[in-house]
Nanobody
């Protein structure tokens, strides 16, 4: 089970840190990803991290602004979001990968959290 939190309403240029805590699974064995879905749009990949934090990947639109990290001792993955823009507004969900390697392919994620709303005002 994955529980995401940390969303909210911020102004353009603001920051938020999302957290996703896992329970009932061997968190440290699997890659983790963050995805987002804006109204009327398909869910899209945002960032992912391998099991040991050795590899991270980001979608182009968030590179240099977002940072994904994880703490395996706390079964938690984070998404630090800086310099937020109105186009970042979406429901952000975390997901657990099928294996240890980071992947941008949402079809390779088996378990999903319920999502947390991020709204960036202009």
């Amino acid at each position: 089970q994955l529980q995401a939190s940390g969303g909210g309403l911020v102004q353009t240029g603001g920051s938020l840190r999302l957290s996703c805590t896992a329970s009932g699974c061997t968190f440290s064995r699997y890659a983790m990803g963050w995805f987002r879905q804006a109204p009327g749009k398909e869910r899209e990949f945002v960032a992912c991290i391998s099991w040991n934090s050795g590899n991270t990947y980001y979608t182009d639109s968030v590179k240099g602004r977002f940072t994904i990290s994880r703490d395996n001792a706390k079964n938690t993955v984070y998404l630090q979001m800086n310099n937020l823009k109105p186009e970042d507004t979406a429901v952000y969900s975390c997901a657990s990968g099928r294996g240890p390697s980071a992947t941008m392919d949402r079809l390779r994620y088996d378990y999903w959290g319920q999502g947390t709303q991020v709204t960036v005002s202009s």
